[in-house]
């Protein structure tokens, strides 16, 4: 078992940042890949970015150059730096943990933070 729980989402104006963090708990030593999903009302749940154990990272083409995703693994944290924000972006983020390097929504999650975007 592993819990995440998520911090740092809000309230921002488009063009503003925001920073997301996510701490990990449990059998931690089983954590292969650690990123960020997020679902916006009426949509599917989409990769946002994640990192792998040996540090591979991924993100989804919509925040490349936007976003930058990191990881203290001594801490057990993920972290998800989040610049010229866009309306579009706006949907509950969720952290996600998964104990094999497979693509899709697997794993564990964090109870969802809120990120909205004002134009």
């Known amino acids: 078992q592993v819990q995440l729980v998520e911090s740092g989402g809000g309230l921002v104006q488009a063009g503003g940042s925001l920073r997301l963090s996510c701490v990990a708990s449990g059998k931690i030593f089983m954590i292969k890949v650690m990123g960020w999903y997020r679902q916006a009302p009426g949509k599917e749940r989409e990769l946002v970015a994640e990192?792998?154990?040996?540090?591979?990272?991924n993100y989804a083409d919509s925040v490349k150059g936007r976003f930058t995703i990191s990881r203290d693994t001594a801490k057990n944290t993920v972290t998800l730096q989040m610049n010229s924000l866009k309306p579009e972006d706006t949907a509950l983020y969720y952290c996600?943990?998964?104990?094999?390097?497979?693509?899709?929504?697997?794993?564990?999650w964090g109870q969802g933070t809120q990120v909205t975007v004002s134009s």
């Open positions: 990192i792998t154990y040996n540090g591979v990272i």
């Open positions: 996600n943990t998964k104990l094999a390097v497979i693509p899709g929504p697997y794993g564990y």
